[in-house]
């Protein structure tokens, strides 16, 4: 009897375990209009990390790590901290090919939390496709983006941080409010 007590909790763990190393894909996409701002404003925004500490609050120090560019596309990777045992990696890359009728954005961001006492990091990885283009007769810029999140099958569980569409409903409702005082 113990001995299949033992199977059990052991076969528990090992399903909590693997929970931690599935990763689920969620989608979501974005449509923006933000009639004060010009298109190149919005994009330039966008594309520098120093304005990404106010738009979302779990970003603390940060650094360079590196960066690449030419005339058309400008690259880099920065590594920040978001907490206790948080680290995250971002990379940024801003496309003006097209400009000025379309700038393009990417946007990867992998976040992981180190667990305590054991080896095992839990970790939320985030990209964003991003183009900002003319808001038509309307004016101003139009922001389209779409999203794809991977969670853990655990963060899925738990509903933590795994919702790409509130995700970018919250950045959406800070960009407005910074791009109100900000850019124009």
């Known amino acids: 009897m113990l001995r299949w007590r033992r199977w059990r909790v052991a076969a528990a763990l ?14 979501a996409q974005l449509d923006a209009h933000f009639p004060d701002v010009t298109p190149r404003s919005l994009a330039h925004f966008l594309s520098d990390f120093t ?17 690449a560019s030419n005339y058309t596309t400008w690259t880099y990777a920065v590594r920040y901290e978001c907490g206790p045992r948080c680290e995250g990696d971002v990379e940024l890359s801003a496309h003006d090919e097209r400009a000025p009728l379309v700038h393009s954005l990417v ?9 305590p006492l ?8 985030l990209e964003v496709r991003s183009e900002v283009a003319a808001g ?19 963060h899925v ?8 569409s509130a995700l970018r409903e919250s950045h959406l409702r800070a960009l ?3 791009t109100s005082f900000t850019i124009i």
């Not at 375990?17 to 969620?26: Q, S, T």
């Not at 054991?118 to 990885?125: D, F, I, K």
């Open 118 to 125: 054991l080896p095992l990091r839990w970790c939320v990885a």
């Open 51 to 67: 304005n990404y500490p106010r738009l979302y609050r779990h970003i603390g120090a940060w650094r360079l790590e590196r960066e």
């Open 157 to 164: 569980l738990i509903g933590e941080a795994c919702a790409p």
């Open 14 to 27: 090992a399903f909590v375990l693997a929970a931690f190393g599935v990763r689920v894909p969620l989608d």
């Open 136 to 154: 038509g007769t309307r004016g101003g810029a139009l922001l389209r983006e779409r999203a794809r999140v991977w969670c853990g099958a655990f």
């Open 176 to 178: 407005r409010t910074l």
């Open 107 to 115: 946007l990867k961001d992998e976040r992981c939390t180190r667990l």
